[in-house]
């Protein structure tokens, strides 16, 4: 093992003290808010707090229950999740461990992984990169959010600094590290796995064919040797041809919220076409075991590492449909923004990344600047550096192709356009200063720059931050109502409440009741409404409800001017508005008791069957 000099130590240390610095920050003012998470955050949690509970109860059976549940998302943050409830308790704030430790984690991850790009100047550029993520106002809001978005980071450039090192060492023990981290990433979040791994796959086939132009050709070559041994090109292209026209004319429906979901998602012809391989494999187990083996012991130990350690597992989770669904699901998403080829949706992102992630516009237009030309020297790039900028460019590949946009979709390519900007500008001073002058000089540099940034203030605007965090939090003024619903369900499948939403999520719902509980078993939670009907068929609620052995209905409304307002409200629950008044006049329904809640703004009318 080679020792570490000593100015990695002290950059180390430095850089240590600034991210602990702005974590502390970033603790303070999440425990000030004292907000409740919204949709995605309760899901999240709530995930984790199930699992909790299983392993409290001894009761493995439950735990795996739950694991297999994962569908739109994998179950990797709430197995982390899990451990630090049953040490810390269930409450709210307990996952804000984990997000707030890979905010200050992706700091030093920043400057290790440019140290692997550039032994050179890799010091420069990943301090570089690593004070522009401690400054960075997007960096600091999801750090305190229970998301995805902080350990995903994290867990790219782990992945991402560790290819780069084996590919420049050589060493199987660092093939391995890479490894790890991609099959880590996958099973965060399926979008940032799936982007890094195809970075990978072209990085391979580049490496693999020796040059850029070669990369066409050794395709092709895979695709002859596949069609020799006994691959059928027309049933390749046939599948293909009915996916791409599933995508294209495949009827939709509205779902919650106005979002448009596939009648016939996309993943089940994909798991189909799974499944026969699956069963042609199982059918000669012999032979087929007998090819798995010479196949793999074609490989040298690294790539063998590569099948057996992501591969293998990720193989292995799609053999449950829902799985294979869910994935493809949650790659496509929704359609939810300007049009594609809009110069709104072109520019979208660049906005978003000056406006959000950079600590001031102009240091964020500059690093746009820097990575583009970056991006642009790509073929001709160093070896090590190339990994970064194929990552970087299948990132914005995907963010600037996909309809459904958001600021917060950029936040795992964020830190490689911030290290592919300080490598261009490091690279430029390479080249225009001596080479016996730009080793110490880019040294010298980082630890100045380091050294001021641990000195001064944590480079937070907390004002912003505590802005971000009420709009994308639930308010405190909302828990009477959280304690009103969770008294007025009774029975676990005998209540269903409608008027649920981003702000009011169901997994908020259920993640209060548990809190609320005071056994050792899952409390009772209501059932959704879209379980009962489609959104098309709202007004015929009441009756499946009745059909279905519901007997009591909870309506949430939410007026304008109270401190949960958002004007999503009325966009996510307008379908349900046939719904509500339906079941006010429906015979076999009667209202029991209306609450209000006028600080919050809700207000929840209970409503009860009545016999035939």
Sequence with gaps: MRRLGPIPVLLGVLLAVIAARTGHVLWSAALAADALPQWDGAKYGVSGVRIADAIRRLDPLAAVAEIDRHELWPPLFALLEAPVFIAAGDEYRTPLVLTILAAV???????????????????????????????????????????????????????LGSYARWRRTGRPSHARSAWIATLALFFLKYNYGISWLLALGLCESWHAAGSFAGVRTWFAARFERLRRRGARPWLLATAATGLLALVAFGSRSFDVGGVTRRDIPLGWPIWALYAAVVVRFAATPRK?????????????????????????????????????VGFFTALENRS???????????????????????????????????????????????????????????????????????????????PLLWLAAADAATTGARWLAPGRVARPAGVILAVLLAGGMSLLTPPVDVPRLRNGLAEHGVPRSVRPVLDAVDAGTATPGGTVVIGAWNGLSPALLEWHGRLRSAGPGDPA????????????????????????????????????????????????????????????????????????????????????????
């Design 525 to 612: 939670v209501a059932r959704q409404p879209r379980r009962l009907v489609r959104p098309a068929e709202a007004s015929r609620l009441a009756e499946r409800a009745q059909e279905s052995g519901v007997h009591r209905i909870l309506v949430l409304d939410l007026v304008a001017g109270g401190d949960a307002w958002r004007p999503a409200w009325e966009t996510e629950t307008s379908w349900l508005g046939s719904a509500r008044t339906a079941l006010a006049h429906h015979p076999r329904w009667s209202e029991v008791s209306s609450i209000a809640f006028p600080e919050s703004g809700y207000s929840l009318r209970v409503y009860r069957s009545t016999p035939d």
């Design 105 to 159: 984690a992706v700091v030093l991850a920043a400057w290790w992984a440019g140290r692997q790009f550039d032994p050179d100047t890799g010091d420069l550029a990943g301090v570089l990169a690593a004070v522009a993520l401690a400054a960075s106002p997007m960096q600091h809001l999801f750090g305190a959010l229970v998301m995805l978005e902080a350990p995903g980071a994290l867990l790219l450039i782990l992945a």
């Design 288 to 324: 087929s075991l007998a090819r798995l083996r010479t196949w793999l012991g074609g490989m040298d130990e690294a790539h063998r590492g590569l099948a057996l350690w992501v591969g293998a597992p990720i193989a292995l989770w799609m053999l449950v449909p829902r799985h294979t």
């Design 336 to 414: 939810d923004g300007p049009p594609l080829l809009s110069l709104d949706s072109l520019t979208f992102y660049p906005r978003a990344f000056v406006d959000g992630y950079a600590w001031a516009p102009w240091l964020g237009a500059a690093a746009l600047a820097l990575a583009a030309l970056r991006i642009c020297t790509l073929v001709r790039a160093r070896p090590a550096v190339r990994p970064l900028l194929v990552a970087l460019a299948v990132g914005l590949a995907a963010a600037l192709a996909h309809p459904y946009k958001e600021p917060r979709f950029l936040f795992t390519v964020a």
